[in-house]
């Protein structure tokens, strides 16, 4: 099936699916109505919905209420609009939204770094120990490749660059871990804790900085040798040794 015919197939499926909206919050309903198709799956990645038209009769709403139906379902990551596209294209979920609605409850103290490290310590610590219990070799080898990445930074005294892996590292752990909750928690968390490690170790003198990193680069192979080699328990405490030094730092 080229790409046109695929177009038109992913638009008549979701043609079929919706439904006309009676409410006076046409375009919440709208929203909800689209957003179930795609948690539910019936509405896939790469699926395109009909055009502002098609919806409008598909609908019985007018122009404006479908448009503002499909900025909601931009603005919270679950469509995006191709330029002199027939219809908007359902993506994949994304965690930025979480991530800047924890930012900003962080910033405001509603969040406090404590109570993040409180969280990570039972997560990124169960994420190592099952690391550990069922990495695969793949597994190893993608976290190793990461820790080269770093060691490559060190040596260039690329601190941002070295920083920058910090969280995926993280995520590849998790990934080993095979727990999607975990994993994605894992990924929130790290895009969440290294912009305020990036910070507070780059404000540092060039002594202080290269000291931390060396610091993480230690921790971060200490962890690895415990998941490569099948110690959960040790690869538990090396996590929470980290985790601890992150929130120790950071108050």
Not at 153 to 171: M, N, R, S, V, Y
Not at 196 to 224: A, C, Y
Request: net charge negative; glycine share 6%; aromatic share 4%.
């Amino acid at each position: 099936m080229d790409g046109t015919m695929q177009k038109k197939a992913d638009s008549s499926q979701a043609a079929q699916l919706l439904r006309p909206v009676e409410t006076q919050r046409a375009s919440a309903a709208i929203y909800e109505q689209v957003k179930g198709l795609i948690l539910d799956g019936q509405l896939k990645p790469g699926d395109r919905l009909p055009s502002e038209r098609s919806l409008m009769d598909l609908m019985g709403r007018s122009r404006p209420t479908i448009r503002e139906a499909l900025r909601m379902l931009e603005r919270d990551g679950f469509i995006h609009t191709v330029p002199g596209g027939s219809g908007a294209v359902v993506q994949q979920p994304s965690t930025d939204l979480v991530v800047q609605s924890l930012d900003a409850m962080l910033q405001v103290g509603r969040v406090s770094l404590t109570e993040l490290g409180e969280f990570r310590m039972h997560n990124d610590v169960a994420v190592a120990r099952w690391a550990a219990q069922r990495r695969t070799q793949s597994d190893i080898d993608a976290l190793r490749s990461i820790l080269d990445q770093m060691e490559r930074c060190i040596q260039e005294k690329d601190w941002t660059g070295f920083l920058a892996l910090d969280p995926e590292f993280h995520c590849r752990l998790a990934h080993a871990g095979k727990n999607t909750v975990a994993a994605i928690m894992s990924r929130l968390l790290s895009q969440l804790s290294n912009p305020i490690s990036v910070k507070h170790i780059l404000e540092q003198p060039e002594s202080g900085t290269e000291k931390q990193i060396l610091n993480i680069w230690d921790m971060h192979n200490r962890i690895f040798e415990a998941v490569r080699d099948g110690f959960p328990q040790k690869a538990g405490e090396a996590m929470a040794y980290h985790i601890q030094d992150f929130v120790n730092d950071k108050n």
